[in-house]
């Protein structure tokens, strides 16, 4: 198993649609959880740090799941500037010391007209 | 603007030498990073320091090599002995290293070209 999974998409979405992407990750002892944004040729941006059971912002609500050892991205009302590369970033997921990050190989999402 | 600098932006090398990328951070943070990403994959750790002066090797360290000397530069050697090292190359800080909480932020990547 993978330490970090996540449906490579590309997920294809109208404007105003909902979407939501899982992570799965494999080490039980992972306690932080983060959601990047990766613009075609640049460079990551984090959108969002889980730490306890999930976290909101604005149209963006990260869910935490550690029973199932998954993180979830909702995205609401869809824009098309929101179209990106998604990447799910665990702390600790090798079983190694934490502050090594682990990530995901991304979730690609296009919002059309 | 506080921010993460990387240098230069595209890179071309020709095999067998050796090249030096440039990182450098004005946040003031301790722990750097450097990772490369290749195609529809997620980025893999190369090397990474968490206080100047001392660094450790990442998953795929074999044939890079860094150095510590200032708190706000990071260097990383593409040497010959690398064998794949076409790819993107992402320099990260975050303000401790080997934290609970170690939320990283990038710099803009050098994109490396072996022709």
């Known amino acids: 198993r993978k330490e970090v999974e996540q449906d490579p998409g590309p997920f294809n979405v109208p404007e105003g649609a909902t979407v939501a992407f899982n992570c799965t990750y494999s080490n039980s002892a992972s306690q932080s959880f983060f959601w990047y944004r990766q613009d075609c040729r640049k460079e990551p941006k984090l959108l969002m740090s889980v730490y306890s059971s999930g976290n909101e912002d604005g149209r963006f609500t990260a869910q935490l799941n550690r029973a199932s050892q998954y993180i979830s991205l909702l995205i609401r009302d869809s824009k098309l500037s929101d179209s990106a590369t998604y990447l799910c970033?665990?702390?600790?997921?090798?079983?190694?010391?934490?502050?090594?990050?682990?990530f995901g190989q991304g979730t690609i999402l296009t919002v059309h007209p | 603007d506080g921010g993460i600098t990387q240098s230069p932006k595209y890179l071309f090398r020709k095999e067998g030498q050796n090249v030096t990328l440039s990182c450098e951070q004005n946040l003031n943070h301790d722990a750097m990073y450097w990772y490369r990403q290749d195609p529809g994959q997620g980025l893999r750790l190369i090397y990474y320091s968490q206080i100047v002066n001392d660094f450790q090797k990442g998953d795929i360290a074999e044939g890079y090599s860094v150095s510590r000397e200032k708190k706000e530069s990071f260097p990383l050697t593409v040497t010959s002995a690398q064998k794949n090292p076409t790819a993107f190359y992402l320099c990260?800080?975050?303000?401790?290293?080997?934290?609970?909480?170690?939320?990283?932020?990038f710099g803009p990547g050098t994109r490396l070209t072996v022709l």
């Open positions: 970033v665990v702390n600790g997921a090798g079983g190694t010391s934490y502050g090594k990050l682990t």
């Open positions: 990260a800080s975050s303000l401790e290293g080997l934290a609970l909480y170690n939320e990283q932020f």
